[in-house]
């Protein structure tokens, strides 16, 4: 048919029926124009009714990128236009307009590392379990802050480990454990014989491949405490408040070499002087050497 022959003549040469021809043309167009899927308007509507083109609002979207809203994803830039600009428009259209523009934020990877939230433990010697959190404290009148990274042993209270620094990344974490990890003899073969759970809430060093592929490394058990839920940590956090009390609001720290100071004497006193009253008024460090073992009658549930 395509070289001018009769619809008639050649479906009767062939024998086959004329309708026949005719229902697979109009299949065929109707397959093409599905794929050809819904044209694009060129604008879309102001709450108001008014048509905004979409060069208007890709001047929208780099106006926005150019400034605070350089942050944004597709997603919250969808409601930045509909809250600066007025503007009736879905994620989808954003997404390709963003796409266009070359102003899509990076995709983050997802880390192959597992996540496992935190469950109940019982934790009956020193060494099953160690929580692991930051906090910070402020430099006097220069806008800086130092930040301490800890691990506590749940069982017998010792802060196994810390980190003191302007910063704090996922490695000046686990050089920290590292470190912790080889003054208590604490070394893994397999990941079947791996007894000591690492349990942090959900920071940036904590999720991040460098944490994860640590604790593999190191045959650990990480899991992470679900979000809001600060309680789940509460040793840890009951400690960054004692410090706080004892340490941060006694001394002014006027510059990172005081901070640390300060903050390494605390912690000799408290491992090794500080009694403790949920152990037997002892030191950590006391109790550490008397029950690490377990041959206390405590237990605890977490």
């Not at 006027?254 to 949920?278: L, V």
Request: aromatic share 14%; with cysteine; hydrophobic share 30%.
């Amino acid at each position: 048919m395509k070289d001018g022959f009769p619809v008639t003549r050649t479906t009767r040469a062939l024998n086959v029926e004329r309708s026949l021809y005719y229902y697979h043309q109009k299949n065929k167009q109707v397959t093409e124009e599905s794929f050809q899927g819904r044209p694009v308007p060129g604008f879309s509507l102001a709450q108001t009714g008014i048509k905004i083109s979409d060069e208007q609002i890709e001047e929208f979207l780099m106006e926005a990128v150019e400034g605070e809203e350089g942050i944004y994803g597709y997603r919250k830039l969808t409601n930045y236009l509909k809250d600066q600009h007025k503007l009736v428009i879905n994620p989808k259209k954003v997404y390709r307009l963003c796409e266009k523009l070359n102003i899509l934020l990076p995709q983050r990877r997802k880390s192959k590392y597992p996540r496992r939230l935190a469950k109940q433990h019982t934790i009956t010697a020193s060494n099953q379990l160690w929580q692991v959190d930051i906090k910070y404290g402020s430099i006097e009148g220069s806008g800086r802050f130092v930040f301490l990274a800890s691990a506590i042993d749940v069982y017998d209270r010792c802060i196994v480990g810390y980190y003191r620094g302007p910063e704090c990344k996922a490695t000046n974490i686990t050089k920290m454990l590292q470190g912790a990890l080889l003054r208590r003899g604490i070394h893994y073969e397999s990941e079947t014989s791996s007894k000591l759970i690492i349990r942090t809430d959900n920071g940036p060093q904590f999720v991040s491949e460098h944490f994860g592929r640590f604790c593999e490394h190191q045959h650990l058990y990480h899991e992470r405490i679900p979000s809001k839920s600060p309680d789940l940590n509460a040793y840890i956090e009951s400690f960054h408040s004692v410090i706080e009390r004892e340490c941060y609001q006694r001394y002014r720290f006027e510059c990172f070499e005081e901070a640390y100071y300060r903050i390494d004497e605390y912690m000799d006193f408290y491992n090794n002087r500080r009694y403790h009253g949920s152990l037997k008024y002892l030191s950590p460090a006391k109790f550490y050497k008397l029950y690490s073992k377990g041959n206390c009658p405590q237990i605890i549930n977490l």
